[in-house]
């Protein structure tokens, strides 16, 4: 059997186990001929135990408007955001600090978030939770 022609790929970050029709999911996946509802329901299925985190999700769109999906871990951002209980990061990430994360709490963000970074070294894997979280306005000790 051949293996279906991929048409386009989506990336979409969308709320655990609560994700609607409404934009962004409709537009992106109705401009493509794809059922909405089937994915919706698959997605909340598939991320109902994460409920109340942002999951993005990368769907695979074939040329016979079929679709396949994948999640993924929570965006950097979220994770340093859930440790420390904040609902934003800093506006002024230079000047004024959202909250301090400790080197262990970095290391656990990093262990975490592995899987979907583009290495497998944990101090460079370190070093990109510390930039997102430079760039919230997160001092590190």
Known sequence: MPAKKVKTIIKLNLSAGVATPAPPVGPALGQHGLPIMDFVKAYNEKTADKKGQIIPAVITVYSDRTFSFITKLPPVAALIKKKLN??????????????????????EIAKQKMADLNTDNLE???????GTARSMGVKIE
């Open 86 to 107: 904040l609902e934003k990061g800093s506006s002024k990430a230079s000047r004024d600090t959202a909250g301090t994360l400790t080197q262990t709490q970095v290391e």
């Open 124 to 130: 460079q894997a370190v070093k990109v939770v510390a």
